[in-house]
């Protein structure tokens, strides 16, 4: 009997619908079942979340983060920009870029991660990563940044999800670039690329909507991932918003109940290599 890579999370085809199991993918995905990663694997990870702002990182991979720091592997996060913001709240008429730093570090600290960068803080960049080269930008996530790709080489890179929001757009386009394929020996070929979620994603063109394919178990995590985005006060909105703390975790208490447990994070997986 073939001997199973410890690496690679047990997918149980049988626990599936016939449709789903050979349901072959469509689009940019490929995949042809969901995949539930399990603890042995998620130990064995190096992830580097890519995060266009100081909050989609824990909108999106807290819970993950949480898990595979907890079952030993290591996680590292590149927050690419913060910068003075006006809200139309009114409740905090300019957010200072600092203040998103601040709360950044404190998210990055309680999640224990093995290191973080915050690339560009000058407000002129801040919802201008459109403006900026895509040339630049990739050299950041590749090489530049403290966490780059070739210097913490990851098993997992998670990147924003397409959103209507143009850094989001930006930071994607330049992430996936910086994933492309190259002889392993050259450049560090990450094997496992993933977009993960977050509550703005209604909000999107037919095509670009986020069908997730790749779920993480966060029930165990879920009071940790909500504490780690607290830290973004100044980011949270009222609950009836789909930005608010009581919206993420509906959100991800619903994505739990799609693969029939209590919590989980969802991705879409670009690519899965082993
Ligand atoms: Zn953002």
């Keep these: 009997m ?32 969901v995949l539930t990663a399990g603890d042995e694997f998620l130990s064995k990870q190096t992830m580097l979340v890519i995060s266009p702002h100081a909050d989609d990182e824990a909108f999106g991979c807290a819970g993950t983060i949480a898990k595979i720091k907890a079952l030993g592997g290591k996680a590292y996060i590149m927050i690419m920009s913060v910068g003075d913001l006006k809200h139309y709240d009114g409740r905090n008429a300019i957010v200072k870029g600092k203040t998103r730093q601040d709360e950044f570090t404190r998210t990055a600290e309680f999640l224990k991660v093995d290191g973080y960068d915050v690339v560009f803080t000058e407000p002129a960049k801040h919802l201008r990563l459109d403006a900026i080269p895509q040339r630049d930008l990739i050299a950041v996530i590749e090489r530049e940044s403290k966490v780059a790709i070739d210097r913490v080489k990851p098993t997992i890179v998670a990147l924003p999800a397409i959103s209507y ?40 063109v037919h095509n670009d909507k986020f069908h997730p394919n ?46 029939s447990v209590e919590v989980a994070e969802a991705y879409m997986c670009y690519r899965f290599v082993w």
């Design 2 to 33: 073939k001997k199973l890579n410890p690496y690679i999370p047990r997918i149980s085809a049988t626990s599936y619908p016939t449709a789903m199991r050979h349901r072959v993918g469509h689009g940019v995905t490929g995949l042809t079942a």
């Design 214 to 259: 790749f779920y993480v178990d966060i029930s165990d995590y879920v009071n940790v991932k909500l504490k780690a985005l607290s830290f973004h006060k100044s980011q949270l909105k009222d609950r009836l918003h789909h930005c608010s703390m009581e919206t993420l975790e509906t959100l991800v208490r619903l994505r739990g109940k799609e693969i």
């Design 165 to 204: 929001n143009q850094d989001h757009c930006a930071v994607f386009n330049a992430g996936f670039t910086a994933c492309r394929p190259h002889l392993h020996h050259i450049k560090h070929f990450p094997p496992i690329v993933l977009t993960y979620d977050n509550p703005t994603l209604f909000w999107n």
